[in-house]
């Protein structure tokens, strides 16, 4: 028993394969948590999305809205949306949908690997660099969030 909705329509679920690579390609997302004061608090984010340890991670400064709400709960959701193209009557869209716990990664290698990994994603002409100094330079004052993925899905509708 799972504790998540299957896909209501079930002819535009996108394959595993494909929703990974919706996550993998996403330019940004959103966040979705649960404020101290109770009401939902989203904000759009750049990410990447590590596949081997099947979670998102996120930069952001060391205190704010958004440590806030996670410290206060760690279910999140985040949704990625790909192409759309409005058609008469209706949207064409991709979306990668998840839902997870979400963290401050506080080990120092795996908060470094993360910035990496978004510099990489971000600014790919710059992965040559083993010793990043703006990596370096803002490590002090940058707060890594993991989102570990607990249920992953995506969907599209694309005209015929």
Do not use: W
Request: glycine share 8%.
């Amino acid at each position: 028993m799972t504790c998540f909705r299957p896909v209501r329509r079930q002819d535009r679920l996108l394959d595993a394969a494909a929703t990974e690579q919706l996550l993998t390609d996403g330019e940004y997302g959103f966040l979705a948590l649960c404020s101290p004061e109770g009401y939902g608090y989203g904000v759009p984010l750049s990410y990447v999305y590590c596949p081997a340890r099947q979670c998102l991670y996120f930069h952001c400064a060391p205190e704010g809205h958004k440590l806030d709400a996670a410290e206060h709960n760690d279910r999140a959701s985040f949704c990625v949306v790909g192409a759309t193209r409005v058609r008469p009557y209706t949207t064409e869209y991709e979306s990668a949908h998840l839902f997870g716990r979400i963290e401050l990664v506080r080990d120092d290698t795996e908060r470094r690997e993360a910035l990496v990994l978004l510099r990489d994603k971000y600014n790919p002409e710059l992965a040559y660099m083993t010793d990043d100094p703006y990596i370096r330079g803002s490590f002090g004052r940058t707060a890594v969030l993991r989102l570990r993925i607990e249920h992953l899905s995506g969907k599209a509708k694309r005209h015929g």
